[in-house]
């Protein structure tokens, strides 16, 4: 099963989760982490811990050899900085930016559908379909 990693600037990541789970049910394999007083070395060890970990509540449906997915806030910080640091070439693992709560709705639906590529792209275009001008010019 893939897992997924929301690493954003403050609570915003735990938040998103959090509003997941209450609309879909506990999601195992789906964590978030803050850079809050982290530096970039710290929140790049903290992935690379995270992409070795299999789930407490996961069972026998992750592995730490699964396809892992990064969900990031914004490109360009020490977010972003740190996931391409901490997963290099890895085919194994996509790092996405931009999350929201319809791309965390949609990873949690498709995850176990399909192939990762088709994943990764999915929640993709999931996020751009959720921003959209409602009621203005």
Known sequence: MIKALVITHGGIGQELVRVTEMILGPVPGLTAMSNSGKSAIDITAR?????????DDGGDDFSASDRKLILLDDYGGSCATSAQLACGQDPDTAI???VNLAMLLGF?????????????AKVVQKGREA???????
């Open 96 to 98: 996405i930016s931009g």
């Open 131 to 137: 921003i959209l001008l409602v009621g203005g010019r």
């Open 47 to 55: 992935i690379k811990e995270w992409q070795a970990e299999i789930p």
């Open 108 to 120: 949690v639906t498709w995850r176990d559908s399909g192939d990762f590529e088709e994943l990764v």
